[in-house]
């Protein structure tokens, strides 16, 4: 945990989020990635990587720094291509792993592990809608380190699948306008793909260059949590892109898991931020709080009630992560064998387990001041971020629907809804 030691930070070099700081297009990798060669290999890799983006999580949260330098070695490490397939030259693991890997990533610097979601979700849909050619043009980059960012949801639509940005078909080309916010990874990213409708109102996922004529990718994230995200805003302009980097999509139209890939993520996300909270908690507690008066113990860890709560948190925690494991091995069913009832299930188990994870990463956040004291709160502690980043993340789709569609799935019998927020 430790706390927040202060550092001369070049902003050249470390721009900061929603500033006027200049943030030129990343340049692409010089190398390819490291290619996983396994499950446990991707565990392993997670578990390197956190431990060294850890340290600094406090202090990039506070001075709102952007992760470049550890998005670099995150995305060149492999576990940004865990889920391509096998047939490609991809680890394809299960997503039970993929979930785990997040997680990790997530208890060291939740934002991080938010700017890997939409790429991995990228991938999923181009293995569900790509045509082949896409698929070996796509994979192959992913493979290589590119990152893919997003242009996804838009600010001023009715709804989050009310999409106002047009794409239209001029010969060789396709050419895109409209304009998008919570575009996380597209800042840092080397391809933004946009989501799109044509006139007939079939959706498009058009993967545009970062640095592509008309395509504005603003710093302008302002939100209290997952600061360092960067999930600001895309302005699209007559963004021309070649049509064979125009994909269909049509994977919500039938059963697929493209819906609960979406969504494990999300959950994992939570996960991490619950599991970082409690272990600070438990290293706070252990090191600076003081017993309460009554207690009449030595140390705050001694005190009964602190460790009945700890106690109740850990529970929970690993009841969170059982059900976010038994949702990606759903989801590995499904994806082998997607009907309408293997989705549904894989759907369902993922929505159970966004519950379970929302609530210890709302819970923990909070419990965290309770048993760790008012000198918790003090600003060199940084611990205020996991609240933050909890409160703002588990916004990502409402967790009361969840409720919803799990009980009408059981009681009633009712498929649920097919899109990218459930």
């Known amino acids: 945990m430790g706390s927040i030691t202060e550092t001369i930070i070049d902003h050249a070099v470390h721009p900061r989020v929603n500033s006027t700081d200049p943030v030129a297009a990343r340049p692409r990798p010089s190398k390819p990635a490291h290619v996983i060669a396994s499950d446990a290999e991707a565990i392993e ?102 990152r893919f960012g997003n242009a996804f949801s838009e600010l001023k639509s009715k709804t989050v699948v009310d999409f106002q940005t047009r794409v239209v078909h001029d010969g060789d080309d396709v050419v895109v306008n409209g304009e998008k916010f919570y575009t996380t990874g597209a800042l840092l990213a080397h391809i933004v793909p946009i989501v799109a409708v044509d006139e007939s ?10 640095e592509a004529p008309g395509l504005t990718v603003t710093n302008n994230w302002s939100s209290f949590g997952q600061r360092t995200t960067a999930s600001g805003s895309v302005k699209i ?3 021309r892109v070649p049509k064979e980097r125009a994909l269909k999509v049509t994977s919500f139209d039938h059963p697929t898991v493209g819906g609960p890939v979406s969504q494990i993520i999300q959950s994992a996300i939570d996960a991490g931020i619950a599991r970082g909270t409690i272990d ?20 705050a860890g001694e005190d009964l009630f602190t460790i009945a709560q700890i106690g109740d948190l850990k529970i929970k925690l690993h009841a969170a992560e059982a059900l976010l494991e038994i949702a990606g091995r759903s989801i590995d069913v499904a994806r082998a064998n997607p009907t309408l009832e293997t989705v549904s299930e894989a759907t369902i188990k993922t929505g159970e387990s966004k519950v379970l994870t929302t609530e210890i990463a709302i819970l923990s956040t909070n419990k965290l001041f309770e048993l760790a004291g008012t000198r918790s709160t003090l600003a060199e502690h940084g611990l205020d971020r996991h609240w933050r980043n909890a409160r703002v993340h588990t916004l990502h789709d409402p967790v009361r629907w969840k409720f919803f569609h799990v009980g009408n799935y059981y009681l009633n019998g009712v498929h649920p809804p097919r899109h990218a927020w459930n």
């Open 237 to 239: 302009e007559n963004v």
């Open 280 to 299: 600070d908690t438990i290293e706070f507690v252990t090191k600076h709080s003081r017993p309460w008066v009554d207690s009449g113990k030595e140390t």
């Open 45 to 146: 890799v997670a578990e390197a990587l956190a431990a060294r983006f850890k340290p600094g999580a406090a202090l990039r949260d506070r001075e709102g720094l952007l992760p470049i330098t550890e998005l670099d070695d995150y995305s060149q490490s492999g576990l940004w291509s865990i889920n391509v397939p096998k047939a490609y030259g991809g680890p394809d693991v299960s997503y039970a792993t993929l979930a785990k890997v997040i997680a990790i990533i997530a208890a060291a610097d939740p934002a991080i592990a938010q700017i890997t979601q939409n790429h991995l979700a990228i991938v999923a849909t181009v293995d569900l809608d790509g045509t082949e050619e896409q698929k070996n043009l796509f994979f192959g980059w992913a493979l290589e380190g590119i």
């Open 201 to 210: 109102g079939q959706g498009w996922l058009v993967f545009a260059d970062r």
